[in-house]
């Protein structure tokens, strides 16, 4: 299946895309080659329609082999799999909250990359690299323990700030690009209707924007859940917290990650192909 990014996921890209020249003398007179990958799993489109595409083949072959490891050696993969989905609750709801504060960073982060005001460009400009340059993971710690050194922080809290200013940082960008993505002759005509600048951002731009930039805000949902996965360095009850506190009693780490890993790649691909149709959907009204 060849996967054909949008407007938005070929800006998004541009910070993982790899470039990989052939490796024949005669390259200078050529195309170069490129390779495009995504920090998620690949959305199914619409004319991928064949039985047999990734999508199916992935996903009914890791609901197959769940299903036979619990119902056929319930010991231990039936304990394992009540024990862990037990996390899918913290998950959503440390991604559905983040997901949210994210969306209201990133809008206000890419306002301001588009403000006609240098120095609302330059505050947003450095959050986005300062954000996008530290690692999740140090910014979890960071706001869990060493914030927590003066504020009582609670977990949930903090996988929630953790995740939404990281994320806000990716959704900015996505929001730039989008409101770039509207033809200036847009704006231009709503100011010669008589509406203010403000007043064609909020009626013409910002609706249009919205969206432009749902595919590819779907696209970070799904990212945003996997690297939810990280919380567990804070004691937070999720589905891979779930997992180590099972192999710390039986030491059953295979078995266990195995579980984990399925679990994962099953709710990411339902929420791909949920994405997918959301596209699908906007592409067809236009």
């Known amino acids: 299946m060849e996967h054909t990014p949008t407007d938005i996921d070929e800006y998004k890209l541009q910070a993982v895309r790899k470039k990989v020249v052939s490796v024949d003398p005669n390259a200078q007179k050529k195309k170069p080659i490129t390779i495009q990958m995504t920090d998620g799993v690949l959305i199914p489109r619409?004319?991928?329609?064949?039985?047999?595409?990734?999508?199916?083949?992935?996903?009914?072959?890791?609901?197959?082999?769940?299903?036979?490891?619990?119902?056929?050696?319930?010991?231990?993969?039936?304990?394992?799999?009540?024990?862990?989905?037990k996390g899918t609750p913290v998950t959503f709801q440390a991604t559905i909250f983040a997901i949210l504060g994210a969306m209201v960073?990133?809008?206000?982060?890419?306002?301001?990359?588009?403000?006609?005001?240098?120095?609302?460009?330059?505050?947003?400009?450095?959050?986005?690299?300062?954000?996008?340059?530290?690692?999740?993971?140090?910014?979890?710690?960071?706001?869990?323990?060493?914030?927590?050194?003066?504020?009582?922080?609670?977990?949930?809290?903090?996988?929630?700030?953790?995740?939404?200013?990281?994320?806000?940082?990716?959704m900015g960008e996505i929001v730039r690009a989008g409101i770039q993505a509207i033809p200036k002759g847009q704006m231009e005509a709503a100011i010669a209707l008589g509406l203010s600048r403000s007043q064609a951002f909020r009626y013409v731009i910002l609706p249009q924007t919205i969206k432009v930039v749902l595919p590819a805000i779907g696209n970070e949902f799904i990212s945003m859940l996997k690297d939810s996965s990280l919380v567990s360095t804070i004691a937070l009850s999720d589905i891979l917290r779930k997992g180590r506190e099972y192999i710390s009693r039986t030491f059953l780490s295979l078995e266990t990650m195995l579980v984990v890993a399925l679990i994962y790649l099953i709710i990411t691909l339902l929420l791909s192909r949920l994405v997918g149709i959301l596209e699908e959907r906007l592409h067809e009204n236009g």
């Open 46 to 85: 619409k004319d991928d329609g064949h039985i047999l595409n990734s999508w199916r083949i992935t996903f009914f072959s890791a609901i197959a082999l769940l299903a036979s490891l619990v119902i056929f050696q319930p010991k231990p993969y039936r304990d394992i799999f009540l024990v862990t989905i």
């Open 105 to 170: 960073i990133g809008t206000v982060t890419g306002l301001g990359s588009v403000s006609k005001r240098r120095w609302i460009n330059v505050v947003s400009g450095v959050y986005v690299e300062l954000i996008r340059g530290i690692p999740l993971l140090v910014q979890l710690i960071f706001i869990y323990y060493a914030m927590g050194r003066f504020f009582k922080i609670e977990g949930m809290i903090a996988a929630v700030v953790a995740l939404s200013i990281c994320f806000g940082a990716y």
